[in-house]
């Protein structure tokens, strides 16, 4: 998720570098405060917090008030100023290759018969007068629309060459079949049911990679005060003035916002035409550890086998 947040007195209008979708902005004065965002009017009253998300995807907010705000906004993705977006709207099919990769759309049926957007392998329908708005699917650069309606849409996502898509998990599973002898498929019929290895494999490698400090495992974001902490978060990189209660933030020093370096744990995958959030040289280790818990059965201790651990350098 990138973050920004700002504060002021009075009106303002700020450009953001990366496309948003989510805002949320508290009143500090005693009069009552007035948001724009692509051209929807939200009114925040005094000594009033509001937020909102999944709204259509924007760069320019402007505030109108009299007095003390804060403000922070957020969009889906971790890639900052490298967001590319595209937008098309049109009445029946229609197909779209990009130039770029995405992995999420926001998509409106503006007629009066259902819309089916297909990304790549995955099709999702959208009834009439409807809007649905999908974030961090598997990577895709072609769009296709069925449909007799009009219909719009707006579809985001990072710069191909500044992406390491990594590992799919189609990829490691016969590995993982070859090292349990399964490659018959008769211990485990369907590769759905290695899924749950390649998992305790990735909660492993997330515990052993922080616990070295390896470097693939930090991010780096604008904390701000009261703001949720980050999906992933395991610790900061170093001493930074915060305290964590609650599931949010708080800064200790009188600053509207800090930027923080720390470590994040990768997510599990659910199917097996998902990507795993490693750089491809750990394809490897995923592969040997998730055979190790597949022999098992159980959460097993492997965290001396020194053959395992080079394979993380």
Not at 9 to 36: C, P, Q
Request: hydrophobic share 40%; with cysteine.
């Amino acid at each position: 998720m990138q973050l920004a947040s700002f504060i002021g007195t009075g009106n303002i209008m700020k450009e953001i570098d990366f496309y948003s979708d989510t805002f949320l902005i508290t009143n500090d004065s005693a009069s009552t405060l007035t948001v724009i965002i692509s051209n929807n009017l939200y009114t925040v009253e005094p000594n009033f917090k509001y937020g909102l998300s999944g709204i259509h995807l924007f760069n320019s907010i402007t505030i109108v008030s009299s007095g003390d705000w804060r403000c922070e906004v957020q969009g889906p993705n971790n890639i900052g100023s490298n967001v590319q977006s595209y937008s098309l709207s049109g009445t029946g099919n229609a197909s779209k290759t990009l130039d770029f990769l995405a992995d999420t759309v926001h998509i409106a049926n503006t007629g009066m018969t259902d819309v089916t957007i297909t990304l790549e392998d995955k099709s999702f329908l959208i009834l009439p007068n409807e809007e649905f708005v999908k974030k961090e699917l598997n990577f895709f650069t072609s769009v296709s629309i069925t449909a007799i309606g009009s219909w719009s849409f707006v579809i985001q996502g990072p710069l191909s060459t500044e992406v390491e898509l990594g590992i799919l998990v189609s990829d490691l599973l016969p590995g993982v079949r070859q090292c349990i002898r399964d490659e018959g498929k008769e211990e485990y019929m369907e590769d759905a049911d290695l899924l749950i290895f390649i998992n305790d494999a990735i909660s492993y490698l997330n515990k052993v990679l922080i616990a070295a400090g390896n470097q693939v495992m930090i991010e780096e974001g604008l904390f701000t005060n009261n703001m949720y902490i980050p999906n992933g978060f395991e610790k900061t990189c170093g001493k930074y003035p915060l305290k964590f209660a609650n599931g949010k933030i708080q800064l200790l020093v009188d600053s509207s916002a800090v930027n923080v370096r720390y470590f994040c744990n990768r997510p599990h995958v659910t199917t097996v035409s998902d990507r795993i959030a490693f750089p491809a040289r750990f394809a490897p280790a995923v592969t040997q550890v998730a055979a190790m818990f597949a022999l098992n059965r159980i959460t097993a201790d492997i965290t001396q086998d020194q053959s395992l651990l080079a394979l993380l350098n």
